[in-house]
């Protein structure tokens, strides 16, 4: 989070989405079990969702992989698109997407750690 922090906001220069290729998450996802002693099941609720709702449940394995799938994308526009566009692909992608991951495999591993 503190390079999210200390990265400047930025407007993107292409005008089209990410023009990255998108990379196959399953052998990452598959490669991630293995540092799963038991399963990598992690159990969460909406935090708008309310009091009725039901818990939903992923995968610690399958959240590390769409993590690396979503900083792929930033990696290929430093390689391949300016440093303006893969900056606000960094940003995006945490505030929008993989930051909502990050987090949510951060605090299971807490838990497993810890608890």
């Known amino acids: 989070m503190r390079i999210y922090l200390e990265t400047p906001k930025v407007e993107p220069q292409s005008d089209e989405a990410s023009r990255a290729p998108r990379i196959d998450e399953k052998p990452l996802a598959l490669g991630a079990v293995r540092f799963f002693e038991d399963d990598d099941i992690i159990w969460f609720v909406d935090p708008r969702g309310g009091a009725e709702q039901q818990p939903m449940c992923t995968f610690a394995s399958a959240e590390l992989a769409e993590i690396a799938g979503d900083l792929a994308k930033v990696l290929w526009e430093f390689e391949h698109g300016t440093v303006a566009d893969a900056i606000w692909e960094f940003r ?24």
């Open 92 to 115: 995006f992608g945490y505030e929008a997407h993989w930051g909502d991951h990050l987090h949510r495999v951060r605090h299971y591993l807490h838990g497993i750690m810890f608890w």
